[in-house]
């Protein structure tokens, strides 16, 4: 059974770039959840998408969004990017959409730095 | 505002010596308490669910317990392959979803 899958890997940016990352999450999976790793703030929640509806959304401004397609993959972008935004940014589905999991099955991330 | 703290940073062990990580949790309600594990240039891989005061979970080596403001994980007789970042995770009763907040992890080193 194929896990999550992301794409690219690793990309490197410049400020006031943009950037689009894509998930693929494992079959079946309709819930899925960005987070971003950093090694001053850890890992901190983005957003999660549930059958193409953004479900929950973290403390992140407004040049960070994503979507999710009907097939469950998802992308995030963020836009006018800034040093900051160097990180590692981890893609999570999940089987169940509703109730307890936690139980969140994660890629290998994307490595995006910011020059 | 959920707030997860683990300590230590760092933990550096001798292979076959017990240790202990611990994991305080502030949360209006909680909802499960998750303990992963994240090795280098991996996503972190899920290993125990908590749900309630009181409840106990093993898998292996290790052993994850649960009271009303912290959670221990406990590795027995480590090998160098336990060697990882272990990260802990609350869920709050009010989250919709699966939104997470993570605590800043412990570096485990098991040396040989």
């Known amino acids: 059974k194929a896990g999550v899958t992301q794409t690219p890997r690793y990309l490197i940016k410049t400020r006031g770039q943009q950037v689009t990352l894509s998930c693929s999450p494992i079959s079946g999976h309709r819930s899925v959840s960005w987070y971003q790793q950093t090694p001053g703030q850890g890992l901190q929640f983005l957003f999660e998408y549930f059958s193409e509806t953004q479900r929950n959304k973290g403390n992140f401004p407004g040049r960070f969004s994503g979507r999710q397609f009907s097939n469950s993959r998802s992308e995030m972008n963020v836009s006018t990017l800034e040093l900051g935004d160097s990180a590692l940014y981890l893609c999570?589905?999940?089987?169940?959409?509703?109730?307890?999991?936690?139980?969140?099955?994660f890629g290998e991330g994307s490595r995006l730095t910011v020059l | 505002e959920d707030q997860v703290t683990q300590s230590p940073e760092a933990l550096r062990l001798q292979e076959g010596e017990s240790s202990s990580l611990n994991c305080s949790y502030t949360?209006?309600?909680?909802?499960?308490l998750f303990w992963y594990r994240q090795d280098p240039g991996k996503g972190p891989e899920f290993l125990f669910t908590?749900?309630?005061a009181g409840e106990e979970k093993e898998k292996e080596r290790l052993k994850a317990t649960l009271t009303k403001k912290e959670s221990f994980l406990h590795i027995t007789a480590p090998k160098p392959e336990d060697s990882a970042t272990y990260l802990c995770a609350v869920q709050a009763e009010e989250a919709a979803g699966n939104k997470l907040t993570f605590g800043g992890g412990t570096r485990v080193l098991v040396k040989p």
């Open positions: 999570a589905s999940s089987l169940v959409g509703q109730g307890v999991t936690g139980e969140l099955f």
């Open positions: 908590l749900y309630s």
């Open positions: 949360v209006s309600g909680l909802r499960g």
